[in-house]
């Protein structure tokens, strides 16, 4: 179902890559932020002041849930929100459509078109920005204020593939060591590919409070990356369990 104004739901952000994952202390949620093609490149390159037209953005929510052994994992799936860049098509709502779906029902959020202002309202502290709130994972070097995230880029040593190309799967965090972990798998299924079987790894990071946003933490620097072969029947790595998706 398209939002109110207009913007269709795109199944694609399946095959997205991660540029970012936040730790939502303050409303006990967790995002996993992905970007597409152009998004993931335009990251990857510093090219993000503006971002370049076509370049899109999904925003993943899922509530917390605290486990038995101190872990916080995935609950119950919120929302998806999507933002697409086309400084022209969009120049009334600062170069970008926004859009959100609810529940693992997707319904489209808003009575009409106007819910766009809440979106904008709120983004608006990062027009220096280009209203994005997200420091994606990148390597490259940006002038400037810190506009992207280069500690969480650097893999350990000797490291033979980079999970940032794989997708994830799910995430977890640690409260007692303050890390933030996600799991990965080498697939195009993304999220799906928790039952699929494909190797997966885990990226574990130390969380640091996000610049932008009071009570919300970020991956700061890898700690570990553990990787599993497929074992054939789930191919999940222990620790973690898959997150909902609609
Ligand atoms: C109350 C403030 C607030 C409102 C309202 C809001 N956002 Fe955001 N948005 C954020 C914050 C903070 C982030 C950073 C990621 C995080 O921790 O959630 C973000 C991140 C995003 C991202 C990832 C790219 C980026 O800018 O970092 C998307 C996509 C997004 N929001 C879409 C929307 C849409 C669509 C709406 C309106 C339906 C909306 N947002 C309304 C605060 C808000």
């Known amino acids: 179902m398209p939002s109110p104004n207009r913007i269709p739901y795109e199944e694609d952000w399946r095959e997205w890559r991660l540029i970012a994952v936040t730790d939502r202390g303050d409303n006990r949620q967790f995002r996993m932020i992905l970007g597409n093609d152009v998004a993931v490149k335009a990251a ?7 971002w370049p037209d076509g370049a ?9 849930q605290q486990r038995a052994d101190g872990l916080v994992v995935p609950g119950a799936f919120f929302q998806i929100e999507m933002m697409i860049k086309d400084a022209q098509r969009f120049r009334d709502s600062d170069g970008w459509g926004w859009a959100r779906w609810r529940g693992v029902d997707l319904k489209p959020y808003g009575k009409d078109a106007t819910f766009v202002q ?18 994606p994972f990148s390597a490259a070097i940006v002038a400037g204020d810190e506009v992207v995230n280069n500690a969480a880029v650097r893999m350990p040593q000797g490291l033979s593939f980079n999970p940032l190309d794989w997708a994830p799967v799910t995430m977890y965090s640690d409260p007692q060591r303050h890390t933030i972990s996600v799991v990965f798998a080498d697939s195009k299924e993304g999220m799906t590919a928790a039952a699929s079987g494909s190797a997966q790894a885990v990226v574990t990071w130390t969380e640091r409070d996000d610049p932008h946003w009071f009570g919300a933490r970020v991956a700061d620097r890898v700690v570990s990356v553990e990787t599993a072969a497929a074992d054939g029947r789930s191919g999940f790595i222990a620790g973690s369990q898959p997150a909902q998706i609609p």
């Open 118 to 135: 809440e979106c904008t309202g709120c983004h608006l502290p990062m027009r220096g920005n280009d209203y994005v709130y997200t420091q």
């Open 56 to 64: 899109k953005f999904a925003k993943i929510a899922w509530w917390q």
């Open 44 to 50: 990857r390159e510093g090219n993000v002041h503006p």
